[in-house]
C-alpha cells in the first residue's frame, strides 16, 4: 500500500509538485523503515521534489550516517542525486564525493559500480580523483561473473577516451581479457587498450580484432570504429593502416548505423590528416560501388564534389560518380549530377568533358535528375560569376535567399495591407516590398559568400589548415567604427576543442603599410579558455584587407560564453612618396577595438530535417528538458520567437519563426547540431504565450544530447 502511495507521488508532482511538497515530512520518515522498496520509492519521491536543491542532497547524506540506508536501490538513486550536484562543483562539495567514494566499498557490487560510474562521469576531475573507482573497476576485470567484467571494461573504455594515463595501471588486465569467450567484452578491451596502448601496439592489436569483428554485434562494431578515430587523432602517421582496415570493415556486412560510423570515419581522417584525402576518397568511391544505403551514398557523393575537384588528379574520380548515374536508383542519381557539375566547375580543363555527360543524362526518365542535368548544363554554359554563385557557392546563395524569405514574411505578416484605386490591397506597397526583398537577398548572399570566403581562407592557412573545417563559423561583425583608419570585423570558428578568432583588418591610411598587424585578447572575463595563440598579418598596405588570428584551446563538449576585451597592435610605416618604400623601423602602436561576444549561437550550427515530429518522438520523453520562463521584458510574441532562434542559432522548421498576427499562443520549431564530439542534434519546442497577467511566457522543451547539454541551454537561456 505504502510504495502505490509514494508511486503515486511521484507521479502527481508532475502535475502539482507544490501538493506533493507538503508530504516532505512523512516521506522523510519512510527513509528510516526497514521496507527495501519503501526506501526506495520514498527517496525517488524526494528526488522528484528536490532533484537541483544541493542541501537537501547534502541532509540526505548525512542522514544516511545515522540511519543506513538498507535498499541497494535507494542507495544507487542516492549516489545519481550526489553526481546531478558534483558534475557542477566537485571540489566544492567534500561531503557528497566523499560519500560517493565510500560507497565503493559497499558490499552491494550494484552500488560498488554505481558509484564508479557517478565518479568516472564526472568532467573536471584528476586521474588522482579517478583512483579509487579505477582501482574497483580493475578488481571487476578479473571477476568469474560475465557481467561485472563487461560492465567494468565497458566503463574503463569510456574513461580512457579523455583520461588514458588513469587507465593505463589496467592495461595487463585488459590483454587477458583479449581472449575472453566474450567476444564483446574482448572488444571492448582491445579497443580501451588501443585508446591507452603506444604506437608499437596497434599493428598487434588491429590483426587481433580483425579475426573476430565479424562475430559481434554492429553496437560493438561501432566502439572498434570510434577507436579508430581518436587513434588517428593521436597517431596521423598511422593513417595508411587505419584507413587498410576501414576499407575492409566497409566491405563486412553490418547496417546502416555501422557503416555511417565506418564513413564518419574516414571522413573525420581525411579533414584532420592532409596528405590522407585521396587514399580516404578512393576507399569511399570503392564502397559507393556496392552500398546498399541511399543516404550514405549521397552523402559521400556531396563530399567527393567538395573535396575531390583539389585533389591533385581529380580526373580519377569521374568514373566512379558516372557509374552511380547509370547504375542507381534516382536519389542517388541526381546527387551524382550535382557532383559532376562541381568537378566541371572548379576544374575547367574538365568541363567540356563533364558537359557531354551531362547531356546524355539530360535524357534520363525520372524529372528531378534530367532538370538538374538540363540546370548544371546550362550554367556551365555561361558566365564565371554564374557559375561560381549557382554550382560553387551554391550552400551559401540558397541560405542567403531562404533568410530574406523569411524575414519579407515576417514583415508582410505584421504589416497592414494597404489599397489603392489601380491595383487593389497592397499593389502600392508590393511593389517597394518586392524591391527591398531583393537587395535584402543581395545582401543575404553578400554576407554568406564573405563567411565561405573567410573558411576557404581559414582551411588554406598554412598552421590552421590541420584543424579542419569548423564545426560553425559566425557572422562578420563589425568592432569599430566603419569609417576609422582601421576597419575591422570579426569572424568566430568554433570547433570541439578550440576556438579561433578571425579579425579582417583594412588599412584605411594613406601612405601607411601596417607591420606585424595582431590582436591581443582578454579571455579573463570568460572561463574555460587556455592555450591562447597569436597568428599575426606579416604586412598591411594602404588600402588592402588581411585577417589575423588568434586561437583558444577549451575542453570537448564545454561551450564558454562571456565577452572578450581586444587591442590591435602594429607596427606603424610612413611610405617615402619619392622611393615607395617603408620606414625600416617604425613606430610601435595599438588601438582598442570593441567587445568580442561569444554567445550559445556561435556553437549551434542550424540544420532542417524532413519530418520534425517523426525525429522528436523518436528521441522521447526520456532525453527531454522542459522549463517555463517569465519574460515580462519582451512585449509581443514576434519578439519572443525572434529572441530565442537568434540565441540558439538553430534553423526554424517550416518557417515557425513566424507569429500569426493576433495569435495568442504560437509554437516555434527549432533544429540545430551543438559542436560537440559527435555533434548533438537537438530539437526544441518553445511555446511562446501570454499569460493570465497577460506577461509573455516562454514553455521551453528540448530533446537530444545528454543531461548536461539540454541543462546547460536551459540555463544560458535564463540568464
Known sequence: GINAEYMGGIHLSQTHPDLVKRWSGEVGEALKQRGVMAQYHALALLHKLRKNDKLSVSKLV??????????????????RMCADVLKEDFEGSPDLSQFVVNALKHSSETVVFEAAKCICSLK????????????????????????????????????????PLAVTTCNIDMESLISDPNR??????????????????????????????NDIADEFKIVVIDAMKLLCQKFPHKHTVLLSFLSE??????????????????????????????????????????????????????????????????????RYIYNRVILEPPPIRAASVSALAKFAAMCPPLRASIKILLQRVMQDNDDEVRDRAVF??????SSEEDIQTFIIDVATTIRGLKVSKMELEQKNADMPRSYDESGGAGAGAEGADTSASANKTD??????????????????????????????????????????????????????????????VHNNMEDVQLGTVTVKMDCSGLEGLEGQREYAIDTLDSGAT?????????EPNTFPTGGLTNVLC?????????????????????????????????????????????????????????????????????????????????????????????SKSHTVLLVGRLGTEPPAKLLVKAKVFYSTENIVTLEFVIRGGDDEIRNFLASELVS
Not at 548544371?376 to 554554359?381: F, I, P, Q, S
Not at 610612413?574 to 550559445?600: F, S
Open 62 to 79: 548525512q542522514s544516511v550516517n545515522t540511519t543506513p540506508i538498507r535498499s541497494p536501490m535507494a542507495l544507487c538513486l542516492l549516489i
Open 124 to 163: 573536471n576531475v584528476t586521474s588522482k580523483d579517478l583512483t579509487p573507482a579505477v582501482l574497483v573497476l580493475q578488481l571487476y576485470l578479473t571477476s568469474h561473473k560475465p557481467v561485472l567484467r563487461f560492465a567494468a571494461v565497458r566503463l574503463l573504455n569510456k574513461v580512457a577516451t579523455n583520461q
Open 184 to 213: 564483446n567484452i574482448a572488444t571492448l578491451a582491445i579497443t580501451t587498450l588501443l585508446k591507452t596502448g603506444s604506437e608499437f601496439s596497434i599493428d598487434r592489436l588491429m590483426k587481433q580484432i580483425s579475426s573476430f569483428i
Open 249 to 318: 570493415a566497409l566491405r563486412d556486412e553490418g547496417g546502416y548505423e555501422f557503416k555511417k560510423s565506418i564513413a564518419d570515419a574516414i571522413i573525420t581522417i581525411i579533414e584532420t590528416i592532409p596528405q590522407a584525402k585521396e587514399e580516404g576518397l578512393l576507399h569511399l568511391c570503392e564502397f559507393i560501388e556496392d552500398c546498399e544505403f541511399t543516404l550514405l551514398s549521397q552523402r559521400i557523393l556531396h563530399l567527393l564534389g567538395q573535396l575531390g575537384p583539389g585533389t591533385s588528379n581529380p580526373h580519377k574520380y569521374i
Open 376 to 381: 548544371y548544363t546550362h550554367v556551365l554554359g
Open 443 to 504: 545582401a543575404m548572399v553578400k554576407q554568406h559568400k564573405q563567411i565561405e570566403k573567410a573558411v576557404q581562407g581559414l582551411l588554406a592557412h598554412p598552421k590552421l589548415k590541420a584543424h579542419g573545417r569548423p564545426h560553425k563559423t559566425s557572422e562578420p561583425e563589425y568592432i569599430t567604427d566603419t569609417e576609422s583608419e582601421f576597419v575591422v570585423t570579426c569572424l568566430k570558428h568554433t570547433y570541439t576543442e578550440r576556438i579561433t578568432f578571425e579579425f579582417q
Open 546 to 554: 588581411a585577417s589575423c588570428y588568434v586561437t583558444f584551446r577549451k
Open 570 to 662: 602594429f607596427t606603424m610605416k610612413e611610405i617615402d612618396k619619392e622611393t615607395g618604400e617603408p620606414d625600416a623601423d617604425g613606430t610601435e602602436d595599438e588601438y582598442q577595438l570593441e567587445e568580442v561576444v561569444v554567445n550559445v549561437c556561435d556553437f549551434v550550427e542550424p540544420c532542417e530535417v524532413p519530418n520534425f515530429h517523426k525525429d522528436w518522438d523518436e528521441i522521447g520523453e526520456l532525453e527531454q528538458h522542459a522549463e517555463t520562463f517569465s519574460l515580462s521584458h519582451i512585449k509581443s510574441l514576434q519578439a519572443a520567437a525572434d529572441e530565442i532562434v537568434s540565441f540558439l542559432g538553430m534553423e526554424s522548421h517550416n518557417n515557425t519563426r513566424v507569429v500569426p498576427p493576433k
